[in-house]
C-alpha cells in the first residue's frame, strides 16, 4: 500500500518499518491487502522481536536465578538485562523497582491486592476511599471494585464531561483526607483522551493518598518518565508496544516495595523458609514468585530495544500525524460521531466513533471483508458507553507501522458501510 499524504509533517519512513512487520505483507479474503487498525488491542510484532524469542528457544532457555550450569546463566542474564532495559526506558531511578507480571491487568491486580493486605500507613480498610475514573478499563475497575467489597472501604469516581475529558470539578470531594489510592489511566483505550496527570497528582499529594498510573496506552506511543510524572506505581503491558503477549510491568517505588506485602508465594520470591514462617526476597523477586515469564521478558527487551532505536519522540510525532489526518478525514464522513475528544492535540492514537444507526459490530464485519482490522464493542470499558449512551462503538488506533494512506482506506471502508446499509 502506498501513502497517500506523505506530504504530512513528522511521518516517519514507514516503508522502511513496515519491512520489519511480516504480518503486514499479509493478504486476506483472497486479494485484500492487510490494513492493521487494531494495535491499541495488541500491536504487531517486528521481526526482531521475533527473532529474539526464537534465539532464546533455540539457544539460551532455562530456568533463572538458581542454575549454576551455562544456559541457567545465559537465561539469567538474558531476563535481567531486560529489566534493565525497561528500568532505562522509563527512566526509573532503581533496575529493583521494575516488576515483571504477566500483563497489566496482574500488575493493576498485585496493587489492589497488596493494599488490602498492608499494615498502615497504606492499608486500604472501611474507614478509607479508593479513586478511580469513569473511563477506566475494566482492569483498572473490578480489581478496586472486588478490593472494596472485601474491605469495606469506598469506592468513589471522577466522572465524563460531554467532549470526552474527566470532570475534574469537584477534584476535592473526590480525593479527600481518607483516600488511600487514586488510580487512573494516562491514556484512555476508548476515548484517546490524554489525562492531566499533574493536578491528580498534586492533590493525591496534598492529602496523602498513593497515585497508580496505568500507562498501557501510553508507554508505546511516546516518552514514558516515571520519575517526571511523580506517581507510585505506573503498570504498562508489552503486547501493545510491539512485545510478545504474556508480559507486563509494575513499576514502584523502592520505598514502597520495601514496606508493602508479596502478592503472590512461591520460589524465588522467599528468602528463607521454615515450616512455621518464611521471609521474602528484596524487590524486585518479592512480587516474582515462581518461574517467572522468562521469553516473554526477552522479547519485551528486544521491543524496547527496537523502538529506541527508532525514538520514541519520533514515534510521537508520527502517530501525532496520523490522528490528526485520520480526525480530519472522519469528520467528514456522514453521519459518524467520534467519541471522544475531536481535537488532535491532547490526544491519543485510538479513534472510537459511531456511524448513525448501524451497529458497531456491523461496521467492523463490513470493513473486515475489505482487509480492514478495526476493534468493535465496550472496548473493556462499559461505562464509557452507558455515559454517552451507545450500545458500543468501531475503534480504529494507530502506530508506528500506520499510514495516510491506511486512513484513506478506512474512510472509503467506511463509505462502502454506509451504502451497504443504505
Known amino acids: 500500500m502506498t501513502d497517500a499524504r506523505q506530504g504530512l509533517p513528522g511521518l516517519l519512513d514507514t516503508e522502511a518499518i513496515r519491512k520489519d512487520f511480516p504480518i503486514l505483507d499479509r493478504v486476506i479474503h483472497g486479494d485484500k491487502k492487510l490494513v492493521y487498525l487494531d494495535s491499541a488491542a495488541s500491536s504487531q510484532k517486528p521481526r526482531q522481536v521475533i527473532d529474539a524469542l526464537s534465539d532464546y528457544y533455540e539457544r539460551h ?7 549454576i550450569h551455562v544456559l541457567a546463566d545465559e537465561a539469567t542474564a538474558l531476563y535481567e538485562g531486560a529489566r534493565d532495559k525497561v528500568a532505562a526506558f522509563i527512566n526509573a531511578p532503581s533496575r529493583d523497582e521494575v516488576i515483571f507480571t504477566k ?10 491486592n497488596m493494599l488490602g493486605w498492608a499494615d498502615e500507613p497504606y492499608r486500604v480498610d472501611r474507614d478509607t476511599e479508593i479513586v478511580i475514573t469513569e473511563m477506566e478499563h475494566h482492569s483498572n475497575i473490578v480489581p478496586w471494585q472486588l478490593l472494596a467489597q472485601r474491605t469495606g472501604a469506598k469506592l468513589k469516581w471522577f466522572g465524563l464531561t460531554d467532549d470526552g475529558r474527566l470532570d475534574l470539578s469537584n477534584i476535592e470531594e473526590v480525593i479527600t483526607e481518607k483516600t488511600k489510592i487514586v488510580s ?27 497515585v497508580l498510573i496505568d500507562a498501557s496506552q501510553a508507554a508505546p506511543h511516546a516518552p514514558l518518565d516515571v520519575q517526571a510524572l511523580q506517581a507510585d506505581f505506573v503498570a504498562f503491558t508489552g503486547h501493545k508496544m510491539c512485545g510478545p503477549t504474556g508480559i507486563g510491568v509494575l513499576w514502584g517505588r523502592q520505598e514502597l516495595l520495601e514496606d508493602l506485602p508479596p502478592f503472590l508465594g512461591g520460589g524465588e520470591m522467599i528468602e528463607t523458609v521454615s515450616m ?11 512480587f516474582e514468585a515462581g518461574t517467572p515469564p522468562i521469553a516473554q ?68 464485519q463490513v470493513l473486515d471483508e475489505q482487509g480492514i482490522a478495526v476493534r468493535v464493542g465496550h472496548h473493556c470499558a462499559r461505562p464509557v458507553c452507558l455515559r454517552y449512551g451507545i450500545p458500543a462503538t468501531t475503534r480504529a488506533s494507530f502506530y508506528l507501522y500506520s499510514t495516510p494512506g491506511e486512513v484513506d482506506a478506512l474512510v472509503d471502508g467506511l463509505e462502502h458501510v454506509r451504502n451497504f446499509f443504505g
Not at 491514556?187 to 493536578?199: K, M, R
Open 61 to 67: 532457555h532455562a530456568n533463572v536465578h538458581r542454575g
Open 103 to 112: 500483563n497489566a491487568s496482574e500488575s493493576l491486580n498485585l496493587v489492589a
Open 184 to 210: 487512573f489511566v494516562l491514556v484512555s483505550n476508548i476515548l484517546g483522551t490524554v489525562n492531566p496527570v499533574e493536578a491528580i497528582v498534586r492533590r493525591a499529594q496534598e492529602v496523602g493518598a498513593l
Open 276 to 286: 512455621h514462617s518464611s521471609t521474602y526476597a528484596p524487590a524486585p523477586h518479592k
Open 297 to 364: 521478558a526477552v522479547g519485551l527487551g528486544a521491543a524496547v530495544d527496537y523502538l529506541n532505536s527508532i525514538g520514541m519522540e519520533k514515534i510521537a510525532a508520527h502517530e501525532h500525524a496520523i490522528t490528526e489526518y485520520a480526525v480530519k478525514r472522519l469528520i467528514e464522513v456522514p453521519d459518524l460521531r467520534i467519541i471522544g475528544p475531536v481535537s488532535a492535540e491532547d490526544r491519543g492514537a485510538a479513534i472510537s466513533f459511531t456511524l448513525g444507526d448501524i451497529h458497531p459490530h456491523d461496521v467492523g
